[in-house]
C-alpha cells in the first residue's frame, strides 16, 4: 500500500505489511556523496516473502517464495556472497529518490561488498564457530548496519512501527571448513530520539544473531522457515505438512519420492535426503503453494561445489534509477497529510 504523508515523515501504517511512503526534509549527511532538498519524497520497498532452507545430506538447499503484497514489492533473493556463502535481505530493501529517478540504497545488490573492516566477533559467535568464521559473520552484519545507518539518517521524522519490529533482516546459509553447514538470522531493528519538536534522529541498531543450524542435540533436522513480514505470517511449509494441507497432500500422493521427502523431513532426518530430492520436493512444494504467478528463486551450496543457481529470477524490468524512469502510470505517492 502507499502510504499518506504528514509535515515532515509519513507514519507508517500496518495492515499485511510494513510499507513505507516517506516525505523527508533531509540534511547533507557527512557519509553521504548526495543531498536530497526539502521536501523530496522517499520510498522504501520491502522484500517480501518466504525463505525456506534445508540442510540435507550433501548440499545446502534454499528456496525463497514472494509474498506480492504491492506492485513494488521484491521477491527475496538469494545472493551470493562467497564459494559457499548466500545471505537474503528481507524487509527495507530498496531505498528510492522519486525526484532523482535513482536508488538511495539497493541492499541485495550492494550486500557482497558490504563487509566492514572494523569489527571484533562477538563472544556468543566465537563459541559458535571460532574466531576467523565468527569475525566474517560479523563484518558482514556490521557492514550492512552501517549501509542501514547512511540511508536510516535522512529520516527526520517520527516512524511508528510495532514494538520489536525489525526493519531488516539477513538471513545466512554457508558450509564452514571444518565446521558444516550453518544458518544465521540477524535483525535490525530501529530507535529514534526526539530531539526538538517534531525532529527526530534515527538511527539502525546493532543486529542481534541467532543461530538455526546446526540444531540442538536431539533436537529435529528438518526444514528452516523465516517469513517477512513477521506479523500474520502464513503457516510454514512444515507445519503445513504437518496439517496434511491438501495442495501439499495432492503432491505427495502423485509422486513416492516426493511422499518420502515429505516424511523424512516430518521425521527430523533431513539429513538423509539428497540434494537432488530436496531441489524437486522444494520446487513442487512452493509451486504447490503459491500461484503461477508468484515468483520463485532456488540455489543449492554444496561443500566442494559452493553455490549454484537452480532457479533464478529473470533480468528486473526498469525501475526507479540512474538508468530508468519511473513508469508513467505508476501510483502517485502525492497524497495530501493525514492527522492521527
Not at 512501527?161 to 558444516?180: C, K, M, R, S
Not at 519538536?197 to 523465516?226: A, H, I, K, N, S
Not at 503453494?289 to 559452493?306: D, N, V, Y
Request: proline content about 10%; glycine content about 6%; hydrophobic content about 40%.
Amino acid at each position: 500500500m502507499r502510504l499518506p504523508v504528514r509535515a515532515v515523515l509519513g507514519r507508517v501504517f500496518r495492515n499485511v505489511a510494513l510499507f513505507f511512503a516517506l516525505l523527508l526534509c533531509v540534511r547533507v549527511a557527512a557519509a553521504q556523496d548526495t543531498y536530497e532538498p526539502p521536501g523530496e519524497e522517499i520510498v522504501v520497498n520491502l522484500a517480501a516473502g518466504r525463505v525456506v532452507i534445508a540442510v540435507v545430506k550433501d548440499a545446502i538447499v534454499i528456496g525463497t517464495l514472494e509474498n506480492p503484497i504491492e506492485a513494488e514489492t521484491h521477491p527475496p533473493t538469494p545472493v551470493i556472497l562467497g564459494s559457499a556463502r548466500v545471505g537474503v535481505v528481507l524487509g527495507a530493501e530498496e531505498w528510492v529518490s522519486l525526484a532523482t529517478k535513482r536508488d538511495l540504497a539497493r541492499l541485495s545488490r550492494e550486500l557482497p561488498s558490504l563487509h566492514s573492516h572494523l569489527v571484533a566477533p562477538s563472544p556468543h559467535l566465537e563459541q559458535a564457530q571460532g574466531g576467523t568464521e565468527a569475525a566474517d559473520i560479523e563484518a558482514v552484519g556490521q557492514g550492512l548496519l552501517e549501509r542501514l545507518n547512511q540511508v536510516a539518517k535522512l529520516l527526520h521524522g517520527r516512524v511508528e512501527l510495532p514494538e520489536n519490529e525489525p526493519i531488516t533482516e539477513l538471513v545466512i546459509a554457508d558450509y564452514l571448513i571444518g565446521y558444516g553447514p550453518e544458518v544465521w538470522q540477524l535483525t535490525y531493528e530501529m530507535k529514534q530520539e526526539q530531539q526538538k519538536g517534531d525532529y527526530w534522529d534515527t538511527r539502525v541498531l546493532r543486529p542481534v544473531y541467532l543461530q538455526f543450524w546446526p540444531p540442538e542435540r536431539g533436537q529435529p533436522r528438518t526444514l528452516v522457515e523465516f517469513n517477512y513480514p513477521p506479523e500474520n505470517a502464513p503457516p510454514s511449509l512444515l507445519d503445513l505438512l504437518r496439517q496434511n494441507d491438501h495442495r501439499l497432500d495432492m503432491m505427495e500422493k502423485s509422486d513416492v519420492k516426493m511422499a518420502e521427502v515429505a516424511g523424512r523431513f516430518l521425521a527430523g532426518e533431513s539429513n538423509k535426503i539428497l540434494a537432488v530430492d530436496a531441489v524437486q520436493f522444494l520446487r513442487a512444494a512452493l509451486a504447490a503453494i503459491s500461484t503461477p504467478q508468484t515468483r520463485q528463486t532456488m540455489i543449492l551450496i554444496g561443500p566442494e561445489t559452493g553455490a549454484q543457481w537452480i532457479l533464478a529470477l529473470p533480468p528486473e524490468p526498469g525501475r526507479p534509477g540512474p538508468e530508468g524512469e519511473r513508469p508513467p502510470d505508476a501510483p502517485s505517492l502525492m497524497k495530501p497529510p493525514s492527522s492521527r
